[in-house]
């Protein structure tokens, strides 16, 4: 921890709550205190390191909830490590992840738990926590469900798709819901009807259709939407909460839309790729089309309307990247005469927060709900608020200076993540990182790296802060 005295000068300070022209005075990593530019304490003020923010956007690290560095899938392990994939977040201007530890079958949670702390440990450039996923719900997993929440693990994964590999049947997912409805624990849902989907999957393979499009064509619209209707039932009937992980679709955003308008405690988290990249992009030629391999799957451009506006209303809470990155030599190939062997996932944890910003530019949303949907509300969903996700006295010094009018090109040749390809290749946006502290220290020096690994602490979370 830093234990030096940091004044960021001149800049806008924009956080979910408020836009203030304002000096940030940090002190042994967290912001110590906030006071109007010129103000008699602002100009009162000493420091060790000055930045000069004026011009720019001074805004709160960005909270990524949804990531998989090295995450087992498809015979092959995502190519971005703990190392790699938190650097690249930190050039995105995000200093926090939340990452999925992964339960072995058979295993306990804790042993998967084990071997994700020590995957991270010591290899982090920002900080990081970890969900849990669940893939075999058992009584004995059950009730370490339990230990887990103590000890800062508060959420967990569940899919209703992948049979055979993650999946879970209703009758499991009850379990789990009501064991979470007593233990203060938020279920996260991957909604998709996998056993209609793996019929789906078997005809159209049956029938010469390899290609990658056949990806989004198998994984329906009905089948997302039907499995998001039956998560939030099972979880009325436990009357537990409901957090429904990377929603693509238009019918299932209006599921959740519906549940909320009841007053259900049910979420809903969409990503980068649904609201910017299409079934255009999977029908890529000559198996470019691999590279936009996600479930659930990328959607007709006719969603992504309904996406945004879940934003705007607050029935789509939070933007999280799903980052699970797979090279396209090696790793994608693995798929090439089977669309259903690519590994699934696509890179973009270092994107969010530009393409986001991109997002107020275009209109879709404002800027105070660009740090809301990318900071304030993903730290309240999974207990890290007022920790991380805003900029307040007492709060981690995780801040980003964030020049709005810089213009640049998303490119593989340019990006830090470890990645052969870009999901945004070409893309011109506006605004860009400039500089990120991350607990006070600097970690992206007006775009030079200049953290380390390691520097990243794990962080225990609390519980939803929504349910409170
Ligand atoms: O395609 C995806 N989303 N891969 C990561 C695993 C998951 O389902 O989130
Ligand atoms: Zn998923
Ligand atoms: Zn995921």
């Given at each position: 921890m830093s234990s030096t005295r940091t004044l960021i000068r001149g800049g806008l300070v924009v956080t979910a709550a408020e836009e203030t022209h304002a000096d940030v005075l940090v002190e042994d990593g967290r912001i110590a205190a906030l006071a109007a530019h010129g103000s008699t304490v602002a100009e009162g003020w000493t420091a060790d390191r000055t930045i000069d923010a004026a011009g720019r956007y001074v805004v709160p690290g960005g909270v990524d909830a949804h990531t998989h560095m090295e995450m087992p899938f498809g015979g092959t392990?995502?190519?971005?490590?703990f190392e790699t994939g938190t650097r690249a977040a930190a050039w995105g201007g995000t200093t926090t992840i939340v990452d999925f530890a992964v339960q072995t079958k058979g295993r306990s949670l804790h042993a998967g738990l084990d071997a994700w702390y020590a995957k991270a440990d010591g290899k982090c450039a920002v900080d990081y926590a970890f969900h849990m996923i669940l893939s075999d719900v058992t009584e004995r997993s059950l009730k370490e469900m339990d230990r887990l929440v103590e000890e800062g693990i508060t959420s967990f994964k569940l899919f209703m798709a992948y049979p055979g590999v993650f999946y879970s049947d209703d009758g499991q997912i009850l379990r789990a819901m009501q064991r979470s409805a007593d233990n203060g624990g938020l279920i996260m849902m991957h909604a998709e009807n996998g056993i209609a989907i793996d019929v789906l999957v078997e005809q159209a393979l049956a029938a010469g259709h390899t290609d990658p499009r056949y990806h989004g064509e198998v994984r329906k619209v009905l089948l997302e939407a039907e499995a998001t209707h039956r998560a939030i039932q099972l979880a009325r009937v436990a009357g537990a909460p409901l957090y429904v992980v990377h929603v693509s679709a238009d019918e299932a955003a209006a599921e959740i839309a519906a549940a909320r308008a009841k007053g259900l405690p049910v979420f809903g988290e969409t990503c980068p790729q649904y609201l910017f990249l299409s079934t255009d992009d999977l029908a890529e030629p000559d198996f470019q089309?691999?590279?936009?391999?996600?479930?659930t799957p990328l959607r007709p451009r006719e969603h992504q309307e309904a996406l945004w506006r879940g934003l705007r209303t607050d029935d789509l809470q939070v933007v999280s990247t799903d980052h699970c990155p797979f090279c396209f030599v090696g790793q994608k190939e693995l798929?090439?005469?089977?669309?259903?062997?690519i590994p699934n996932g696509l890179p973009g944890v270092e994107h969010r927060m530009d393409l986001l910003h991109q997002a107020v530019l275009d209109g879709h949303i404002s800027r105070r709900r660009w740090i809301e949907i990318a900071c304030a509300a993903p730290a309240r969903m999974f207990g890290l608020y007022p920790k991380k996700g805003t900029i307040a006295p007492?709060?981690?010094?995780?801040v980003v200076i964030y020049d709005p009018t810089v213009e640049q090109t998303l490119s593989a040749a340019t990006h830090?993540?470890?990645?052969?390809?870009?999901?945004?290749?070409?893309r011109r946006i506006t605004g860009q990182v400039e500089t990120v502290l991350s607990r006070g220290e600097v970690v992206i020096d007006r775009r030079e790296y200049v953290g380390r690994a390691g520097h990243g602490q794990y962080v225990p979370r609390g519980t939803c802060q929504y349910l409170r």
């Open positions: 392990f995502a190519s971005d490590t089309g691999a590279k936009y391999v996600c479930s798929g090439r005469d089977d669309f259903s062997k007492g709060a981690d010094a995780d830090h993540m470890n990645v052969d390809y870009s999901a945004y290749e070409g």
